[in-house]
Nanobody, 129 residues
């Protein structure tokens, strides 16, 4: 399968912003839903946000709603996750994943990591107080 690559992580202070990008080498995202997940040390991987492949609707975890925004740039094979007003508890490795599905957001199927077909290697986001 083509690799999915995340970029844009780093070390920031609480209240700062970061933009993560997810790219798919040599291919567009097509009709794949693109999800963002994160995993902090000692915790399970959790859903952050998703943008569906068909209509572009989005869904967010309650913990990031109104602070994070996901968007697709199909012509650039890129999905961005804009993260504003970052908090210490946002510290985690962030993953981008693809799911071939016709389900529309919001849908619980789009929130479950096990339903995703392809995963990137992750990018570290560290927020200091």
């Amino acid at each position: 399968h083509e690799p999915v690559v995340e970029s844009g992580g780093g070390l920031v202070q609480a209240g700062d912003s970061l933009r993560l990008s997810c790219t798919r080498s040599g291919r567009t995202f097509g009709d794949y839903a693109v999800g963002w997940f994160r995993q902090a040390p000692g915790k399970e991987r959790e859903f952050v946000a998703v943008i569906e492949g068909i209509g572009g609707s989005t869904d967010y975890a309650d913990s990031v709603k109104d602070r994070f925004s996901v968007s697709r740039l199909n012509a650039k094979n890129t999905v961005n996750l804009q993260m504003n007003n970052l908090k210490v508890e946002d510290t985690a490795v962030y993953y981008c994943a693809l799911q071939r599905t016709t389900f529309r957001a919001p849908n619980l199927r789009l929130r479950r990591p096990a339903n995703y077909d392809y995963w990137g290697q992750g990018t570290q986001v560290t927020v200091s107080s």
